[in-house]
């Protein structure tokens, strides 16, 4: 009887691994040797965007697309919800392994873009005591309002449960490019304005073909035009 149940337990895991991967177009290499309790895992974690993060060409990525992740969302992701840091670890931040990567500069790449509405950030990173390896990989995957969802990283065992210094390296980083994005003055940012309510679209023109006269001397322009008529 204990035999029938676990083989029924088993068939039911790999019939449920089979409906996650329907959803997903194209999976990984990495993902496809995942044993198959990670594999359900990883299927579950990707399966509101519909992408396998690895897959995703470089093109569609952007530096400047990142979600805006603030310190409350590292609290509920790195220490309520995957317990990788106890509350007393990430009041001293600054001693961690994680956040002194990032000042260390150990990490390259972080890129964003977004999918299914929501923000799909990778990055690379150095191990910690075998500089000369190969970078390890990492994704998250954020709500547009910094929410983390998930993440996971390639290239180590602890990072299969979701949670290791090199997705805390990741995190760390976006914070900290929220917190400094958030304190540029506008002549140090990308030209931001606020569009009329009834603008839709602002197309691109050539300068030339621009024209740059102010309100007052339109308005004077065709009152004179109605004098005139």
């Known amino acids: 009887r204990l035999l ?38 990883y299927l579950e974690n990707i399966a509101d965007v ?38 007393e670890q990430f009041k001293a931040y600054k001693s961690l392994e994680a956040y002194n990567f990032v000042v260390s500069e150990f990490l390259t790449s972080i890129q964003g873009c977004i999918v299914a509405g929501k923000h799909i950030v990778t990055g690379k990173g150095r191990h910690s005591q075998r500089m000369n390896d190969t970078l390890i ?7 547009k309002d910094g929410t983390v969802r998930s993440a ?30 958030g304190q540029l003055a506008c002549t140090q940012v990308k030209c931001l304005w606020l569009v009329p309510s009834f603008v ?8 030339r073909d621009i024209n740059l006269t102010s309100s007052r001397k339109l308005k004077a322009d065709l009152d004179k035009k109605k004098s005139i008529a």
């Open 50 to 87: 519909g992408v396998d993060p690895v897959t995703i060409p470089d093109q569609q990525f952007d530096t400047e697309c990142l979600p805006p992740i603030e310190v409350m969302d590292l609290l509920s992701y790195l220490v309520l919800e995957t317990s990788f840091y106890t509350k």
């Open 200 to 207: 839709k679209d602002v197309p691109y023109a050539k300068i």
């Open 152 to 181: 996971h990283c390639l290239g180590c065992k602890a990072g299969l449960s979701e949670s290791c210094s090199h997705v805390a390296n990741v995190l760390f980083y976006v914070e900290a490019w929220t917190r400094i994005r």
């Open 4 to 41: 029938l149940t676990m083989d029924s337990s088993k068939n039911e895991r790999g019939l449920l691994i089979e409906e996650l991967c329907s959803k997903i177009p194209i999976l990984s290499e990495y993902c496809v040797k995942l044993n198959d309790s990670v594999k359900r895992r």
């Open 137 to 143: 990989s990492v994704w998250v995957v954020a709500e």
